[in-house]
């Protein structure tokens, strides 16, 4: 097959690689749509010792199953391989299980390839009026999905509607939006300092987007979500949650700095980490997109999986205005 390997830092090479072969419970899938992470992004510039070269990234696919009873069924994947065995899988949060793996990262290949092996019970199956675009989605607005849902466990909404903030304009922040409002927050604004992004989020994703300074300094919000991490949106997250909000953390940015415990501890403002999504989450995220919930999901951009390292070097250096490039292996 052919696929898009990491080689080194800044060095992505479209190359032959053997076909991968299923393990007992798993299935192949031929990848029809794969997104670009953050996380790919972070391994493609040589800071993610999770990812070491060579290796196959990318876990935001869908495709259709090839062999076996499914075989011919289109799906998306959630990529969070999981033992189902120990109390946190038992407790529904499987996303904390001790032993959980995620394709594209070792032991297990990514999906910028043609064909990917995944265990079947990581799959949902797509109905046919949902594009493989579309379905990829799924993973990277489940983590939003997710982050939301837990804010939402903790927030006691003071009287009036609630307001959310969410840093990021990404594919992540975009569908931490997206999630807020499924979940009944109307009131969403975006931060995102690119200018091109930001104009993307406004006029064709329907969202209030701005500028880092164009927030102004005694705004607060009762959720904030921090889809970037840094210690400069940490910084801002905890200055502007009301006393008694949540902030919930999604961004792997980098790994420490900016929060202000002294305000948050007498505000009582709560910070959660979120990390990816449970099953149920991305069931919940896929079954949105499925139901029209989520909006029209045309916020991609498509290009083939040979033009890789174009893609990421388009998005390196802030000239893709889409929040999302998906490649296209087949």
């Known amino acids: 097959m052919k696929a898009l390997v990491y080689t080194g830092p800044e060095h992505l090479a479209y190359q032959s690689m053997p076909d991968p072969a299923p393990r007992a419970g798993e299935v192949l899938v031929r990848v029809e749509s794969v997104g670009i992470c953050g996380s790919d992004m972070h391994a493609f510039l040589g800071h993610d010792e999770r990812r070491p070269a060579p290796l196959i990234l990318g876990h935001e696919a869908a495709g259709v199953v090839t062999g076996g009873p499914r075989d011919g069924e289109r799906v998306t994947v959630n990529p969070l391989v999981t033992c189902g065995d120990c109390p946190a899988c038992r407790s529904g949060r499987d996303n904390l299980c001790p032993k959980r793996q995620i394709i594209s990262m070792q032991p297990r290949e990514g999906a910028f390839a043609q064909w990917l092996a995944i ?29 939301a849902t837990e804010a939402w466990r903790i927030l006691r909404p003071q009287e009036g509607p609630v307001r959310a903030l969410v840093f990021g304009g990404g594919a992540i922040g975009l569908g931490a939006a997206l999630s807020l409002k499924a979940q009944g927050v109307a009131d969403v604004t975006i931060i995102e300092p690119n200018a091109l992004r930001r104009d993307f989020l406004t006029g064709s994703c329907d969202q209030v987007a701005i500028e880092p300074a164009g927030l102004a300094a005694d705004a607060l919000f009762d959720l904030v979500i921090d889809g970037v991490g840094y210690a400069a949106t940490r910084q801002s997250a905890s200055a502007h949650t009301r006393p008694g909000g949540v902030i919930a953390h999604i961004g792997l940015g980098e790994g420490s700095g900016g929060l202000d415990i002294r305000r948050m501890t007498l505000q009582e403002i709560t910070f959660i980490g979120t990390y990816t999504y449970t099953a149920d989450d991305f069931r919940q995220t896929a079954q949105a997109i499925f139901d029209g919930r989520l909006g029209p999901l045309d916020w991609t951009e498509a290009r083939p999986l040979a033009d890789g390292q174009a893609a990421f070097a ?17």
């Open 119 to 147: 265990p079947e019970r990581n799959l949902v199956t797509v109905p046919d009026h949902v594009s493989f675009d579309q379905a990829s989605l799924a993973e990277p607005i489940a983590c939003g999905w997710h982050a």
């Open 314 to 330: 388009d998005i390196r250096n802030g000239r893709a205005a889409s929040p999302k490039l998906i490649l296209k292996p087949n």
